[in-house]
């Protein structure tokens, strides 16, 4: 299927891949927008992938906006005939699930929530069919995730798990959206999960929180040093369950400018992905590991 | 030399075109909110366009010269004082060392532009000086400026004082604003007559309207074309599976009020987006206050790129009359 291509005003070219999430559309729009990156043409001058669509900025008074779309239809054919291979890098975030910070938060806020006698693990884990808390948070954590956007506030990544369709874990946002969400605190919507970057304003539902650091325009972190923020799209992120006196310690280390995540570069291939999900993601697991 | 800050204003930030590179992260182009104004202070004042200056909403600042200097403030009405004494707007006006600037009531607009010889001389943050509050980027510190802040100066002469843009190059919204809008984008999702009621309606802003977006109540609800809701999209029909959200695209939360996102909006999420107001008419929508009637007009694509040209005529008048 074609991708629907619109324009959003005189300046920027908007084009859906596809109305729906899947990979397949994800690595489309990766590879269109990288398409785009490539052709280097005059007039363009931001280009951002988001879920299944991307968005293209440009300068009318350089390139037409007809001439922006024939091109960006031509990178699509190019595109759809490609292989869906990725250079990328697969990321370990630790993550303390079930934490004290979020919890109070979540309590502060409970009559938002669709939910409010129970927590928002344990609404999640009831409506996605998990009989415990323990065994949803296995599934958050057990399969990867590519991050298929880089947005919203200041490098706040969402997240596409890893795994077929009838195992996507789907939740709602809050009714009404909260007016805190502590820093780093890792949420889900719809079948996106998330890491607040800053502290601010958010609607998704609050599972737990990295120690991590994702955006920090002083750039202390040693994995900040290249650029304030740390996640890009195309990267595969695997969630490391962490206990308090884990997070504790790491939370230090990385306040004291000491603390290097897992980072691996691996070459993705969905065709190959596809053809054994499991079984893939068991190698993705081993090459994290590998010394 | 420095400003020194007497009274901040309600929500005064330095700000100069932003910077546009970073919307891939999640980092919004900022900058001032009515460009034309901001680039013409500075060329009243002998800068650069693109110099950082303060722009103040609603209620302006009240600040101190520590050495001699030229300013000049545009956008908003809004009587201009140095000392006890009225001087004029969109004007090249000198000051001395230990002259007070302040501010009287707001009688039109809503934001005020003050440029200085030489620019404010903040650190550049990701290639601007743009204040973003939410990534405490740009600025002083990434916030808005506040009482006891010094703020440095760039060393400039500025031009001689005197110069001035008279009242018929200074662009300001009408009443009902008029606001251009290219459909398009999710367009697809509403009905024919929701579309037609969007354009036919008319609509006040709502007190939500800040840098991040202008909200808009008083018109009819969307209606939205059935469907079943794709996979990720969320259950509301106004839900999409999250994209990019184009600087000036109108989204409806549920159907009821329209945000047209302005520069430091959130570079997406999961809302449709009906259109986009066309770029050249972004500047009207900073000056407009809450309360105030606003329409909106549908144009096409060359009706898109005509109002560019215009405003690009309009700005190209005034440098000519200021080169």
């Not at chain 2, 004082?161 to 300001?172: D, I, W, Y």
């Not at chain 2, 929701?194 to 009819?220: C, L, S, T």
């Not at chain 2, 994209?243 to 047209?260: A, F, K, L, M, W």
Request: proline residues 7%.
């Amino acid at each position: 299927m074609g991708a629907r291509y619109s324009f959003g005003g005189d300046e920027h070219l908007f084009v859906e891949v596809d109305e729906e999430m899947s990979l397949g559309a994800f690595f489309k729009s990766m590879s269109m927008t990288n398409g785009v990156k490539e052709a280097g043409l005059k007039g363009i001058t931001e280009i951002c992938p988001a879920n299944a669509s991307f968005q293209i900025k440009f300068d009318p008074d350089v390139i037409q906006p007809d001439a922006v779309m024939a091109a960006v239809k031509e990178i699509e054919k190019d595109a759809t005939a490609a292989d869906p291979v990725l250079e990328t890098r697969l990321i370990e975030v630790p993550v303390y699930y079930n934490d004290p910070w979020t919890h109070e938060t979540l309590m502060r806020f409970r009559e938002r929530h669709q939910d409010p006698n129970g927590t928002d693990l344990e609404y999640a884990a009831r409506i996605n069919g998990y009989d415990s808390v323990e065994a949803f948070i296995k599934a958050h954590s057990s399969a990867p995730w590519f991050v298929s956007m880089v947005g919203f506030v200041s490098g706040l990544p969402f997240m596409y798990q890893m795994v077929d369709r009838a195992r996507q874990i789907q939740v709602p946002k809050y009714l009404r959206p909260r007016t805190d969400t502590p820093k780093q605190t890792v949420g889900y919507g719809g079948c996106f999960s998330c890491i607040y970057s800053v502290r601010g304003a958010g609607g998704y539902q609050m599972f737990g929180i990295t120690p991590l650091t994702i955006f920090d325009p002083k750039q202390d972190a040693p994995y900040l040093k290249d650029f304030m923020v740390f996640f890009r799209p195309g990267d595969i992120v695997r969630f490391k369950p962490i206990d308090r006196a884990e997070y504790d310690a790491t939370l230090a280390d990385v306040e004291a400018g000491r603390y290097m995540p897992k980072i691996r570069d691996v070459r993705f291939d969905l065709t190959e992905f596809e053809a054994d999900i499991d079984g893939y993601n068991a190698k993705l697991e081993g090459l994290l590991n590998d010394a | 030399m420095t400003l020194k800050v007497h009274h901040p204003g309600l929500a005064t930030t330095i700000q100069d075109m932003g910077r546009p590179g970073y919307f891939h992260l999640g980092i919004p182009i900022g900058g001032a909110m009515d460009r034309v104004a901001l680039r013409t202070a500075n060329l009243l004042v002998g800068n650069d366009e693109g110099a950082a200056g303060l722009e103040a909403v609603f209620i302006g600042p009240k600040l101190e010269f520590t050495a001699d200097t030229t300013i000049a403030v545009t956008g908003a009405s809004m009587p201009v004082m140095i000392d006890d004494t009225e001087v004029p707007g969109w004007e090249a006006v000198p000051v001395r060392k230990g002259q007070v600037l302040s501010f009287g009531y707001l009688t039109a607009g809503a934001r005020i532009y003050i440029a200085f010889a030489g620019g404010i001389d903040v650190p550049v943050a990701l290639d601007s000086r743009s204040t973003y509050p939410i990534g405490a980027l740009g600025g002083i510190e990434g916030r808005a400026i506040a009482a006891g802040d010094l703020l440095p100066l760039g060393g400039a002469q500025g031009s001689p004082a005197g110069k001035a843009v008279p009242a018929n190059l200074r662009r300001m919204p009408g009443s009902p604003a008029e606001l251009r809008v290219l459909p398009g984008l999710y367009w697809h999702r509403i009905t024919e007559q929701a579309g037609k009621n969007f354009f036919d309606d008319e609509w006040k802003v709502a007190p939500e309207a800040d840098r991040m977006g202008y909200r808009f109540r008083g018109g009819r609800p969307v209606e939205f074309v059935e469907r079943e809701q794709p996979f990720g999209a969320g259950s509301d029909p106004s839900n999409i599976v999250d994209s990019c959200y184009p600087y000036g695209s109108i989204q409806v939360p549920g159907g009821t009020e329209p945000i047209v996102l302005h520069r430091d909006a959130v570079s997406g999420g999961g809302y449709f987006m009906l259109g986009t107001v066309v770029s050249a008419d972004m500047d009207l929508i900073g000056q407009l206050q809450p309360h105030m009637p606003a329409r909106f007009v549908k144009v096409d694509m060359a009706g898109a790129l005509q109002a560019r040209a215009d405003r690009r005529a309009l700005m190209n008048q005034i440098r000519a009359l200021l080169d």
